[in-house]
């Protein structure tokens, strides 16, 4: 089993695949903080259950694409890339 560590740090490196564009426009609403705590929250959710890395990387996307759309961000299909939909 990986050390805690390596959990949290796989699910560090998927912010990496966001756009810098939407990191910052993340920060700018306040979401920074919640968005490290997603991820380490998956990284917990992993180690506890014994997951092997790749899976804890597909945890902890999964988790952080789930923090983006409840916040108003979606992907339109055939795009890569996330836009902001005012939620009513």
């Known amino acids: 089993m990986s050390k805690p560590r390596d959990y949290f740090a796989v699910a560090v490196s998927q912010l990496r695949w ?5 990191r910052v426009l993340v920060a700018r609403m306040g979401l920074w903080e919640d968005v490290e705590q997603t991820l380490a929250l998956a990284a917990w959710e992993s180690r506890l259950l014994g997951e092997d890395l790749k899976s804890s990387s597909n945890r902890a996307q999964r988790h952080l694409y789930r923090l983006l759309r409840a ?11 996330f836009v902001r939909v005012e939620v009513v």
């Open 71 to 81: 916040h108003g961000f979606r992907r339109p299909r055939g795009s890569g890339r």
């Open 18 to 22: 966001l756009p810098i564009e939407l």
